[in-house]
């Protein structure tokens, strides 16, 4: 079956421009996560969304915004940008019970704010 | 609020020998512990999910252990090759998708 994919796959932007990332999960999950990496920070937990609702949310700011659709697709969306904001964005899909699914992730996009 | 250690940072060794992966985090009341490798700016490729219930998890030349009660995992790669060489990542699931990751074991294997 088909893996997680997210698009695009790069992109560059200006400090005060906007972005949006989209993710289409696995087919039959209902769970998409963002996560976004830098060498500095390393891999940190954004949101996390179920059936279109957040269900958690990690330490960003406001900026950092997403959404999910009814088909589980999901985008993410970061306003005002900023040159800090440059990184791997990867979103993981699964079929979000409370046990802790297995996790699948995207191949990324990578961002680079200029 | 979890935290995910990972000894060693980086490990280069020839190709051929057989390598452990450690891995402890400090909250232990996790459903399972899921191994990934990254290579350079890609996705992040799932190795093993071993359940809390489970003491190991083996795929082809790769074993994972997991110790819960005192907060510690195992990646055993057996006869390495240099096809190997990426980052090993190890998350403690606590529940629903939020996953905590350290910073990750850097491998190089040279042939």
């Known amino acids: 079956k088909a893996g997680v994919t997210q698009t695009p796959r790069y992109l560059i932007k200006t400090r005060g421009q906007q972005v949006t990332l989209s993710c289409s999960p696995i087919?039959?999950?209902?769970?998409v996560s963002w996560y976004q990496q830098t060498p500095g920070q390393g891999l940190q937990f954004l949101f996390e969304?179920?059936?279109?609702?957040?269900?958690n949310k990690g330490n960003f700011p406001g900026r950092f915004s997403g959404r999910q659709f009814s088909n589980s697709r999901s985008e993410m969306n970061v306003s005002t940008l900023e040159l800090g904001d440059s990184a791997l964005y990867l979103c993981?899909?699964?079929?979000?019970?409370?046990?802790?699914?297995?996790?699948?992730f995207g191949p990324g996009t990578r961002l680079t704010v200029t | 609020k979890q935290e995910v250690t990972q000894i060693p940072a980086a490990l280069s060794v020839p190709e051929g020998e057989n390598l452990v992966l450690n891995c402890s985090f400090t909250?232990?009341?996790?459903?399972?512990l899921q191994w990934f490798r990254q290579d350079p700016g890609k996705g992040l490729t799932s190795l093993l999910l071993?359940?809390?219930?489970?003491r190991e998890q083996t795929s082809g030349r790769l074993n994972a252990s997991l110790d819960k009660s005192s907060g510690r995992s195992t990646l055993y790669i057996a006869a390495s090759q240099p096809g190997d060489s990426a980052t090993y990542l190890c998350?403690?699931?606590?529940?629903?998708?939020?996953?905590?990751f350290g910073k990750g074991t850097m491998l190089l294997v040279s042939p």
């Open positions: 993981a899909s699964s079929f979000g019970g409370l046990a802790g699914n297995e996790q699948y």
């Open positions: 087919s039959g999950h209902r769970s």
């Open positions: 969304y179920f059936s279109e609702t957040q269900r």
């Open positions: 909250d232990s009341a996790i459903y399972n």
């Open positions: 071993i359940q809390s219930s489970q």
């Open positions: 998350t403690p699931n606590s529940g629903y998708s939020t996953l905590t």
